[in-house]
């Protein structure tokens, strides 16, 4: 009798398939990681920024008659925010003190990231600042209405009504004015900034001479990025909070 044998699968091909296999999708796992920090790290620190901020508010606990020292300072902070919005907006201005308080915590801890080596602030990132402008542009807007209701559209009249069409189109300008201005505020100081830390930074250790004067350099220079970054989160704060007031004014013309 005649058998036929079967051919038996190359074994030593499939081995090397399955490594290969493996190697490729360390590959493509490597590859994404980095697509994703080079295209996407604004996103990325946002969400860092966003669990820090979260973070430190639930670390702070519950209020207690001895509060500890993080507790003491998220109070003080609240507290600064309340008496921003109350003497802005007055008392009905409470109901955007979440909004107000949570922009500024993200803001802050953003900013912050800055000071980070090797990592990019999410509020050096054109497209975050634009994000958070939009917001407040959109819900200034919709409180507006809410409140006014179709009087809301008076705001952008001006005094006289003869020259209304004229301020309607100098107001529109003016409000997209404002998502311009706010957004590239924050993004050109926070950008502007590191690009003159790392300058100046480059400066000092590339030089013999300044190097030895480089630590006292560079503490001063942290200390006034220190006071930037919250200075840029006290005028994003600040300009909101004027943003709402006006919109939900009511006006006498």
């Known amino acids: ?19 290969d296999k ?9 590859y994404a990681i980095i697509f994703c920090m080079e295209h996407y790290e604004h996103v990325i620190t946002s969400i860092v920024a966003m669990v820090v901020a979260l973070g430190v508010v639930l670390a702070a606990g519950k209020p207690k008659i001895m509060p500890s020292k993080l507790q003491f300072v998220i109070e ?9 919005v109350t003497e802005n907006i007055g008392e009905q201005g409470l109901r955007y003190l979440p909004l107000i308080a949570s922009i500024g915590l993200f803001v802050f801890f953003g900013n912050v990231m800055e000071l980070l080596p090797f990592v990019d602030a999410p509020t050096g990132n054109i497209n975050t600042t634009l994000a958070l402008t939009l917001i407040v542009f959109f819900l200034y807007h919709f409180e507006g209405f809410r409140v006014n209701g179709l009087g809301y559209i008076k705001h952008f009249m001006g005094p006289i009504k003869a020259l209304a069409p004229f301020f309607f189109i100098i107001e529109i300008m003016s409000h997209l004015g404002r998502v311009v201005s706010l957004s590239l ?8 900034g590191a690009i003159l830390l790392i300058s100046i930074i480059g400066v000092l250790i590339g030089n013999p001479f300044t190097l030895a004067v480089s630590p006292i350099v560079l503490v001063f220079l942290i200390t006034i990025k220190v006071l930037a970054i919250v200075l840029q989160t006290f005028i994003f704060m600040i300009l909101s909070t004027i943003y709402i007031a006006g919109a939900v004014a009511h006006e006498e013309y």
Do not use: D, E, T, V
């Not at 190697?23 to 796992?29: A, E, V």
């Not at 505020?185 to 502007?192: I, T, V």
């Open 22 to 30: 493996k190697i490729l999708g360390k590959f493509l796992y490597c």
């Open 76 to 84: 003080s902070y609240i507290n600064f925010c309340k008496a921003m």
């Open 185 to 192: 505020r924050l993004f050109a100081n926070m950008k502007g």
């Open 1 to 19: 009798m005649i058998y036929i044998q079967k051919p038996k699968k190359n074994q030593h091909f499939l081995g090397q398939y399955k490594k």
